[in-house]
């Protein structure tokens, strides 16, 4: 179910140190893997006993299957599952971020230590990072953005604030399709 592979990023202001990260990569879930997830869709608080006799799975079946998917990475943490506004951060954003690309993984450390900051991506085109963030309100929002823009390698932000959900995220209908 999963290949893993070995790359190497390195960081020509760290003197020569090499920083290495593990990437997974994930062949496609089968049909049982499917059936298992999309019942814990519908309920995630399911005991492995109740969701095995209701697929029609051994329990063990069930339990390897969903250790093997969250040792692979194929599963999103839970934290995933609580609304930042639960939390007091009702306002969200995208912070896009031109990087000096000699600090990438200075920058990226730096990201990755700012609890507002959910998820960052790199994407193809003119932008070199893009981070989506959640605050407090509208002046918790400039702070945020400040934080990151002061982060090592970035050299300019732009933050666009979201004003409203119109779809959220859902992998249900890829598991089913």
């Not at 760290?14 to 990437?23: D, K, L, P, S």
């Amino acid at each position: 179910m999963v290949q893993r592979t070995r790359f190497t990023l390195v960081n020509p202001t760290t003197a020569g140190r090499i920083n290495e990260q593990e990437v997974v990569s994930l062949q496609e879930l089968d049909a049982t893997d499917r059936r298992i997830l999309l019942a814990l869709d519908e309920d995630p608080r399911l005991p492995v006993m109740v969701l095995a006799q209701q697929l029609g799975l051994a329990r063990g079946t069930v339990q390897s299957r969903l250790e093997r998917m969250s040792a692979s990475g194929a599963l999103r943490p839970n934290s995933s599952r609580v609304l930042p506004s639960a939390l007091g951060r009702g306002v969200a954003a995208s912070v896009s971020a031109e990087l000096d690309q000699s600090h990438l993984n200075e920058a990226i450390a730096a990201l990755r230590k700012i609890p507002e900051v959910l998820e960052c991506h790199a994407p193809a085109g003119d932008t070199d990072l893009l981070i989506r963030v959640v605050a407090r309100s509208p002046d918790d929002l400039y702070r945020v953005s400040e934080e990151i823009r002061l982060c090592p390698g970035i050299v300019r932000t732009s933050t666009s604030m979201f004003l409203r959900e119109v779809i959220p995220y859902r992998t249900t209908g890829l598991l089913g399709a």
